[in-house]
Nanobody, 122 residues
Framework: QVQLMESGGGLVQAGGSLRLSCAVS????????MGWFRQAPGKEREFVGL????????YSSDSVKGRFTISKDNAKNTVYLQMNNLKPEDTAIYYC???????????????WGQGTQVTVSS
């Protein structure tokens, strides 16, 4: 089973930036689409965005569009979430996930990482 490992979380002031990474253990067993989700305390998990390995197509939620960018490095089996102009409401645990299709990732991903905490201070 593919393993996903996030890194790069931390504490940042509002307006700052962070880049999260999600390393995939073995691309041979990974799914075709990688997604990013977040969950703030007391709130439901929220879809942030996704990227497809084959062609790099991306989608982002309206709440982060224009501030967050998703990219990938096929050689490193890693996807990234570049977060700029961070706001206190972006504070959450961020998870990467994978699935065979865009629909799978947005509805019920097959695999999940353990999550990384992002805290934005005002």
């Amino acid at each position: 089973q593919v393993q996903l490992m996030e890194s790069g979380g931390g504490l940042v002031q509002a307006g700052g930036s962070l880049r999260l990474s999600c390393a995939v253990s073995d691309r041979r067993f990974s799914n075709s689409v990688m997604g990013w989700f977040r969950q703030a305390p007391g709130k439901e998990r929220e879809f942030v965005g996704l990227i497809r390995w084959s062609d790099g197509i991306t989608y982002s939620s309206d709440s982060v569009k224009g501030r967050f960018t998703i990219s990938k490095d096929n050689a490193k089996n890693t996807v990234y979430l570049q977060m700029n102009n961070l706001k206190p409401e972006d504070t959450a645990i961020y998870y990467c996930a994978s699935g065979k299709t865009i629909a799978t990732v947005t509805r019920e991903p097959t695999s999940w990482g353990q999550g990384t905490q992002v805290t934005v201070s005002s």
